[in-house]
């Protein structure tokens, strides 16, 4: 039996919408070892989305144990990781019972729209009542939206966790129940993740990570507190709220499994945690993530800027404990890579999410189609929870490779109206846009983007950013390699592979008729399906 070497290595445990995935790095951001499984999603009704708490940490422990095998099997030994990070799906939403450990419901995922209603009684509650601002002093109506956008940088929607949190209080008993009892913790994916690999009710650490922190309605975004006017707003104990803490420090230590001992040492939201791989650390750098949704960040630096378009104000990342944050300006698009899936799982179009290439590459344009996917309504820079998906200009002539085509399209007209309200927020024009996620591993996708948007699109060769970004805070944490996130230059020999650059060709002409098509197809699906206050 050969002697197993000694090296130095960080893990990523990458929690996604679909799947989990660990990789295991080296200093240059070369993957050593890695391993990755799907888990089910479940949809009861119509514009509900859940997942199992529990599945999802199972398939965590296993990914985490095969990866290391897999390490070993290439010569390494597994005490060569050293720290780990973990990044996630955000704002899907948990809750869990302090007593048992156990989930009291299953998770509502970040896409799920079932919380309507319970949008618009807030939004009502806003218009009349109002928010706190001070002791006996409300601010209603409009002045009442924008106090929340100045607490929390978000505006109510189904997005966001704290409403997810207040429909299952309002509808499982069992949760209601939890919370009048102050047996309820309450925790997005990377809460729930870190708990149970530190111990669960065993000695398992309850915390919520900054980034995550601010997605959820309840955090103010410049003290980096949960804000007790919004408990009360919304009616929650503080006692169900995990600790906060930031993006990169040792918060524990696992408590299983093949990495017993190592320490957990960043943790960040996936499409932040994205940002910070592709080192847009600095004001005015930008990427897009194409993965379930598509999500593109503007780091702003120290400064919230407050979008007048329609984006949202959010935390980039906290280099450790007690340190000044980076805030992004973000657009959030609801559909992107799930489109895909539609069209292979539901419509039966494709086989292989890959084969949607060679299917819209077979026709020059879309035929006249133009799709909307609103399967959840949509998010930046439209916010209409009631939109729905549209698919119109359909003919006798229209073929599945013409909506493979335009559902490709469809995430290229949103990047660039997220782009065009960044242009305005900014006051800068984009030259070219950085790119990662699954989406991008085809290039007539990237074609299609560089094409609509009258930009270039960068596309590194190591693609797995958002794991990457939660490796580089673990290893900060402990100061593996001499990493330190406060001192971005320390960084310079990470993931310095080549890149490739695709270019428009699209006469201006045949881009702007697209998009005029586009904003028209959008105005046809808001408001399909409106909230009703109760």
């Known amino acids: 039996m050969s002697i197993l070497k000694q090296g130095e290595f960080v893990g990523s445990l990458d929690c996604g919408t679909t799947s989990v995935r660990f990789i295991i790095f080296d200093q240059y951001a070369n993957i050593v070892s890695q391993h990755q499984s799907e888990f089910p999603q479940y949809y009861p009704n119509p514009g509900w989305h859940e997942h199992d708490p529990?599945?999802?940490?199972?398939?965590?422990?296993?990914?985490?144990?095969?990866?290391?095998?897999?390490?070993?099997?290439?010569?390494?030994?597994?005490?060569?990781?050293?720290?780990?990070g973990i990044t996630n799906q955000r704002e899907t939403t948990v809750a869990?019972?302090?007593?048992?450990?156990?989930?009291?419901?299953?998770?509502?995922?970040?896409?799920?729209?079932?919380?309507?209603?319970?949008?618009?009684?807030?939004?009502?509650?806003?218009?009349?009542?109002?928010?706190?601002?001070?002791?006996?002093?409300?601010?209603?109506?409009?002045?009442?939206?924008?106090?929340?956008?100045?607490?929390?940088?978000?505006?109510l929607s189904t997005y966001f966790s704290g409403i997810k949190l207040r429909w299952m209080i309002d509808n499982y008993s069992e949760v209601q129940k939890a919370h009048n009892e102050d047996d309820l913790l309450f925790g997005t994916i990377e809460s729930w993740v870190v708990y149970n690999l530190t111990g669960d009710v065993q000695g398992g650490?309850?915390?919520?990570?900054?980034?995550?922190?601010?997605?959820?309605?309840?955090?103010?975004?410049?003290?980096?507190?949960?804000?007790?006017?919004?408990?009360?707003?919304?009616?929650?104990?503080?006692?169900?709220?995990?600790?906060?803490?930031?993006?990169?420090?040792?918060?524990?230590?696992?408590?299983?499994?093949?990495?017993?001992?190592?320490?957990?040492?960043?943790?960040?939201?996936?499409?932040?945690?994205?940002l910070v791989g592709n080192k847009c650390l600095s004001q005015g750098e930008a990427k897009c993530t194409y993965g379930t949704g598509a999500f593109l960040l503007f780091c702003t630096g120290k400064d919230i800027v407050k979008s007048g378009h329609?984006?949202?104000?959010?935390?980039?990342?906290?280099?450790?404990?007690?340190?000044?944050?980076?805030?992004?300006?973000?657009?959030?698009?609801?559909?992107?890579?799930?489109?895909?899936?539609?069209?292979?799982?539901?419509?039966?179009?494709?086989?292989?999410?890959?084969?949607?290439?060679?299917?819209?590459?077979?026709?020059?344009?879309?035929?006249g189609v133009c799709f909307v996917t609103a399967f959840s309504g949509l998010l930046?820079?439209?916010?209409?929870?009631?939109?729905?998906?549209?698919?119109?200009?359909l003919s006798s002539y229209t073929t599945p490779a013409h909506i493979a085509r335009a559902t490709m399209e469809a995430t290229a007209f949103q990047t660039r109206a997220v782009l065009e309200s960044m242009k305005l927020d900014s006051r800068t024009e984009l030259e070219h846009l950085k790119v990662d996620g699954g989406m991008t591993n085809g290039d007539v996708c990237m074609e299609i983007l560089a094409d609509i948007g009258g930009f270039d699109v960068v596309r590194p060769d190591m693609r797995e950013s958002t794991a990457l970004g939660s490796a580089l805070l673990a290893g900060s944490a402990i100061r593996l390699f001499g990493w330190d996130m406060s001192k971005p230059a320390t960084l310079a020999e990470v993931n310095t592979k080549g890149s490739r650059t695709f270019n428009p060709h699209m006469p201006e002409e045949d881009r702007e008729k697209g998009w005029t098509a586009w904003l028209r197809a959008v105005e046809r699906s808001k408001g399909w399906d409106e909230g009703v206050y109760e």
């Open 54 to 84: 529990e599945e999802i940490q199972q398939i965590s422990d296993e990914c985490i144990t095969q990866a290391c095998a897999k390490l070993e099997e290439a010569g390494w030994a597994k005490e060569s990781v050293k720290v780990i």
């Open 96 to 155: 869990w019972s302090k007593t048992t450990g156990k989930p009291l419901c299953k998770a509502i995922v970040w896409t799920d729209s079932r919380t309507k209603n319970t949008v618009a009684h807030f939004e009502h509650l806003l218009a009349t009542t109002g928010i706190e601002i001070k002791p006996g002093q409300f601010k209603s109506g409009k002045e009442g939206v924008e106090a929340l956008r100045d607490i929390t940088g978000l505006k």
């Open 205 to 274: 650490i309850h915390v919520s990570e900054v980034t995550n922190a601010s997605r959820t309605l309840l955090l103010n975004l410049r003290e980096l507190t949960w804000e007790e006017r919004l408990l009360t707003f919304f009616g929650f104990r503080r006692s169900i709220l995990p600790k906060l803490v930031s993006s990169s420090e040792v918060y524990g230590h696992l408590s299983h499994g093949p990495l017993k001992g190592v320490p957990i040492g960043g943790l960040i939201g996936d499409q932040q945690g994205a």
């Open 310 to 367: 329609g984006l949202l104000s959010t935390v980039a990342y906290q280099p450790g404990p007690g340190a000044a944050p980076v805030y992004a300006l973000e657009g959030s698009i609801g559909v992107a890579g799930s489109a895909i899936k539609w069209l292979r799982d539901s419509m039966g179009f494709i086989k292989s999410a890959s084969e949607i290439n060679t299917l819209a590459a077979s026709v020059p344009d879309t035929g």
């Open 380 to 393: 930046a820079p439209y916010w209409d929870p009631g939109a729905a998906g549209l698919l119109i200009g």
